[in-house]
Nanobody, 122 residues
C-alpha cells in the first residue's frame, strides 16, 4: 500500500488544519494508521493513531487533534485545532500492524507517506 499525505500549510496560532492520508494500491483495511511529526533537528515523534477503531493521542495534542477514518474514501484524517507554534513540523502518516505496546514507535510502521509541512506562526 502506498500513502499520500496532504493538507499542510501555513496557519496562525490558534488556527486549524486538516491533514489527510490517502492509500493507493490497497486499502487501510486491517492496518493501524498513525500520524507522526518531525521538527528540524528532532526525532520523529508520535502524534496519534487509530487502531481497531480506537484512537490514541500523545499528551501534547490530546483535546486539540482528532483522528478519523473514512473507509469510503480510503483516507485517515487528522483534524488539528488550536494550533501552536510548537506544532510546526513535517507530519507523516504511517500504516502497519504494530502490537499495542509498539504503536507509538515509528519503526513499527512499514508504510509511510511523503510528509506534509505544517507551519504555525505566532
Amino acid at each position: 500500500v502506498q500513502l499520500q499525505a496532504s493538507g499542510g500549510g501555513l496557519v496562525q496560532a490558534g488556527g486549524s488544519l486538516r491533514l489527510s492520508c490517502a492509500a493507493s494500491g490497497g486499502t487501510f483495511s486491517g492496518y493501524t494508521v498513525a500520524w507522526f511529526r518531525q521538527a528540524p533537528g528532532k526525532e520523529r515523534e508520535f502524534v496519534g493513531v487509530v487502531k481497531n477503531g480506537r484512537t490514541y493521542y500523545d499528551e501534547f495534542v490530546k483535546g486539540r487533534f482528532t483522528i478519523s477514518r473514512d473507509n469510503a474514501k480510503n483516507t485517515v484524517n487528522l483534524q488539528m485545532n488550536s494550533l501552536k507554534p510548537e506544532d510546526t513540523a513535517v507530519y507523516y502518516c504511517g500504516a502497519g500492524r504494530p502490537i499495542l505496546s509498539s504503536m507509538r514507535t515509528a519503526s513499527a510502521y512499514g508504510y509511510w507517506g511523503q510528509g506534509t509541512q505544517v507551519t504555525v506562526s505566532s
